[in-house]
């Protein structure tokens, strides 16, 4: 990412908790601007004006999970691009290492705030 720039993160979770943890300690960086939902639906919404640099999604959510946003954003020309990272805490850590799943990249809850940092940095230089 350019320096100047910051990297917008669209992050959709439904623990209010865990959202707000996330935007703080991302935001205090002074690096990321981030778009923080609790409801999908409503993320879904702004898909299209907020064109985010990375999506942080949460899996399971009550009313959409996060896979349905994913493919909402890969179906449109705007952010078919925008790389995916899954919030879960359905996986293990070692899961999570192992990368189970090459096509998608997951974060397994908890995270600490330097570990999420490192993985945003890495996927966004790619």
């Not at 320096?3 to 990321?32: C, M, P, S, Y």
């Not at 981030?34 to 640099?53: G, H, N, Q």
């Not at 996986?91 to 940092?117: C, D, Q, Y």
Request: a negative charge; glycine letters at 4%; aromatic letters at 6%.
């Amino acid at each position: 990412m350019n320096g100047d720039k910051k990297a917008r993160i669209l992050v959709v979770d439904d623990e209010q908790d865990f959202l707000h943890f996330i935007k703080l300690n991302l935001e205090k960086t002074g690096r990321f601007q981030i778009d923080a939902f609790t409801s999908p639906a409503e993320a879904v919404k702004w898909l299209d004006m907020i064109k985010p640099d990375l999506a942080l999604l949460d899996i399971k959510m009550p009313e959409m999970d996060g896979c349905e946003i994913a493919f909402r954003l890969k179906s449109s020309e705007d952010t078919r691009d925008v790389p995916v990272v899954f919030l879960t805490a359905l996986l293990s850590r070692e899961e999570e290492l192992a990368g189970i799943n090459t096509r998608h990249t997951f974060i397994v809850k908890p995270v600490t705030p330097a570990a999420l940092i490192e993985r945003i940095d890495r996927i966004l230089n790619r």
